[in-house]
């Protein structure tokens, strides 16, 4: 009689172990495959973004004429085109497609931030006024050009795969695009800033919260409190600004009579050491420097940093929120400010005001009182407290300081982030 064994699943396992084996082999030479195509991919992408922002960054910094600032470079376009095809990826030419004009793959136009961030092909070369309108408005206006984008690509020479090329991959078109956007004045670097003052935000804008170069202010450091804040002195410093305050030696250090102070960078959107109270020493100076470049007849231009200021009340502490240019038209260090001598008011002066005209203003002839005097030449140039009152217009005050913002065409300066304050800034960030 045969002596049958029962069958045995497991006798075969040898041959399943083979099978798994072969099948996990083939999985693994995939994932192989993938990882290496993936990260060779990578790298070629990289290069070409590289390419990109090279190209939008070197446009959106010559976009605008140089002493003209928002009449628009047509020469920007070739510009980007360069610095991009300068680059390669993997040895190989990166492929810009633009030959002329501002189609293709190397564009002008306009960046909104709204709705996360939209850019507008424009070829305008119109220029765009600064004074008179919002941040908010110009971020609006597609025919304010403020961008240049450009496109990098590996078409004709496409991405070589490796492991790929078993399932068909021979080859991978690729392409990257970057947006270099120019803004208004931010972060100022050194030397950007050309006297330790700063000016209040509110007091440099309309009702409408527009920049206005119509309406002149003055800086009372804080000897008037109906009077309000303008602006104070501020030691340009950001460590421990909210507590260490303002030192007057700093201070007087940072006033110079002529060229920009020698400060460090100020970073936007962070604190600034300010005070509201005054500081002698650099009030002498700084007095002493108007005088010498002016003789006080013609206005004294300034680049300062604009800060928020609690109702126009300057403490230890503002946050930087971009720059401004400012004609200082006069500095007051009469001693008796309520019966004044002749002396110590205006004479003549001659101020630039909106589209570049001209304000001229000499003392009303056969007038010898100089409270009269001056009262009528701060109506001449709309000087007027922070804070209306009976009186709008700017009282004869001790150690006063009244500018009037510039509405001139000014040279780019600082990095790109700050609001809209006349400035637009000299070096561009990428949005995009």
Same mark, same amino acid.
């Given at each position: 009689?045969q002596?049958l ?8 396992? $040898? ?14 030479v ?6 290496? =195509? ?10 070409? &973004? ?11 910094r010559?976009?605008?004429?140089d002493?003209n600032?928002?009449?628009?470079n ?5 510009e980007a085109?360069?610095?991009?095809v ?14 002329? +004009? ?7 136009g306009?960046?909104?931030f709204?709705d996360? +961030? ?13 004074v ?15 961008a240049v984008?450009?496109?990098a690509r ?5 991405v070589?795969s490796?492991?790929a ?10 392409e990257a695009?970057?947006?270099g956007?120019? +803004? ?6 050194p030397?950007?800033?050309d &006297? ?12 409408d919260?527009?920049?206005d170069?119509?309406? +002149? ?10 009077n ?17 305050g ?13 060229g920009?102070?020698?400060?460090p ?5 962070e ?5 509201g109270?005054?500081?002698e ?6 007095y =002493? ?13 300034m ?10 009340n300057?403490?230890?502490?503002q ?6 240019h ?7 260090d ?8 002749l ?6 002066m001659d ?17 010898t009182?100089?409270? $009269? ?6 109506? $001449?140039f709309n000087?007027q407290?922070?804070? &209306? ?9 001790? $150690? ?13 300066k600082?990095?790109?982030?700050g ?14």
């Open positions: 009689m002596n064994k029962p069958y045995n699943p497991l006798s075969n396992e $040898k041959g399943v172990t083979i099978v798994l084996v072969a099948i996990l082999m083939v999985v693994l995939m994932f192989v495959a993938l990882a290496v =195509d993936l990260g060779h991919l990578y790298v070629a992408r990289n290069e070409l &973004q590289n390419a990109a922002d090279a190209g939008a960054l070197a446009g959106a010559v976009l605008y004429i002493g600032t928002t009449i628009v047509e020469g920007a376009n070739q085109h360069d610095a991009a300068a680059n390669q990826s993997e040895n190989m030419d990166v492929e810009v497609y633009w030959t002329a +004009g501002n189609t293709g793959d190397v564009q002008r306009h960046w909104s709204a996360g +961030g939209v850019f507008t092909p424009n070829p305008s070369l119109a220029a765009v006024n600064l008179g309108v919002s941040t908010a408005e110009l971020d609006a206006n597609t025919d304010f050009i403020n984008q450009v496109t590996r078409q004709n020479q496409p070589a490796f492991f090329t078993i399932f068909g991959f021979d080859s991978f078109i690729m695009r970057a947006t956007y120019i +803004g208004f004045a931010g972060t100022l670097r030397g950007d800033v &006297q330790p003052i700063a000016i209040c935000e509110d007091s440099i804008l309309n009702a919260n527009e920049y170069c119509s309406i +002149g202010r003055m800086i009372n450091s804080g000897q008037n409190v109906d309000n804040e303008s602006g104070g002195w501020t030691s340009l410093e950001q460590d421990g600004a909210c507590t260490g303002t030192n007057a030696q700093e201070v007087r250090g940072l006033v110079t009579c002529s920009s102070s020698p400060h960078s100020v970073n936007l959107g604190p600034i050491a300010t005070t109270g005054q500081v020493s650099a009030f002498q100076k700084l =002493d420097c108007w005088k010498a470049n002016t003789d006080g007849t013609v206005p004294w231009e680049f300062l940093p604009v800060v928020t200021c609690d109702g126009n300057i403490t230890t502490c946050e930087l929120v971009g720059a401004v400012l004609q200082v038209l006069w500095i007051n009469a001693v008796n400010v309520n019966n004044p001598k002396e110590d008011v205006p004479v003549s101020a630039t005001t909106l589209d570049g005209k001209i304000i001229s203003w000499t003392r009303p002839a056969g007038e009182d100089p409270l $009269k005097i001056w009262q009528n030449f701060a109506q $001449k000087l407290n922070v804070v &209306q009152s009976d009186n709008p217009f700017a009282p004869f005050q001790q $150690k006063a300081i009244y500018f009037l913002p510039s509405c001139e065409v000014h040279a780019q600082g990095l790109t982030g609001k809209n304050f006349g400035i637009l800034a000299e070096v561009p960030v990428l949005v995009d």
